[in-house]
């Protein structure tokens, strides 16, 4: 069965430095994998996604991920990240039709 | 385009009460889902909907939550009697024929006192 771990519940980090947040995944077949973001008192919005072909993924608000099938990971990173960007960060895997999530990682980025 | 739309945005309800909550999917989406997230954890499917008919319903947590999509429009998700464990934050989403353009609410903020 396919599962979503988010190897960290909360990450503090000063304005335009860079961040990476975790991401591993377990799968038994190809799957598809997705970062949300949801900022403050909003709905989830999609990041970025990994259905095939490059393993690179350019997401919105410059973030970009990874995925490492070797590793089973799907690392969401930021080269310098602004005070905009404090929001919650899930990575899902999609199983069927619908997803599943990780616990979520809170980015605070401080000035 | 209208994005998918849920209602109420909060709900502060006591213990044994009754509940509804809607969600409005992009117009023309079949598909139709159901998610919570409690106190910190992570974000759980309770169901799909294929138009009108309930596709997958695994999730729901027991019988006091009842889901319904008439006509295959909107949905209203229905909790009687509340209970203090159901707080937490539902979120709907909606995808089209081909599971294209999966998109989610804001969310209800359910609190249960």
């Known amino acids: 069965a396919q599962s979503v771990t988010q190897l960290d519940s909360q990450v503090p980090v000063f304005e335009e430095a860079p961040v990476e947040l975790r991401c591993n995944y377990s799968s038994s077949v190809s799957v598809y994998l997705f970062w949300y973001v949801q900022y403050p008192n909003q709905g989830l919005q999609l990041l970025l996604k990994y259905l095939s072909g490059s393993t690179l993924v350019k997401g919105i608000n410059g973030f970009e991920a990874e995925f490492n099938k070797s590793q089973t990971s799907f690392h969401l990173r930021k080269p310098s990240v602004h005070i905009s960007d404090t929001a919650e960060y899930f990575c899902a895997v999609s199983v069927l039709w619908r997803r599943r999530f990780g616990a979520g990682t809170r980015l605070t980025v401080k000035p | 385009e209208a994005g998918v739309t849920q209602f109420p945005s909060h709900s502060v309800i006591e213990k044994g009460q009754t509940v509804t909550l809607r969600c409005d999917p992009i117009?023309?989406?079949?598909?139709l889902y159901w998610y919570r997230r409690v106190m910190g954890k992570e974000i759980k499917f309770l169901l799909h909907?294929?138009?009108?008919?309930?596709?997958?319903e695994s999730g729901m947590p027991n019988n006091r939550f009842l889901a319904e999509r008439t006509g295959g429009t909107y949905s209203t998700l229905k909790v009687q009697p509340a209970e203090l464990e159901d707080s937490g934050v539902y979120f709907c989403?909606?995808?089209?024929?081909?599971?294209?353009?999966?998109?989610f609410g804001s969310g209800t903020r359910l609190t249960v006192v």
């Open positions: 117009s023309g989406h079949d598909n």
């Open positions: 989403a909606s995808s089209d024929q081909f599971n294209y353009g999966y998109t």
């Open positions: 909907f294929v138009k009108e008919s309930k596709q997958d």
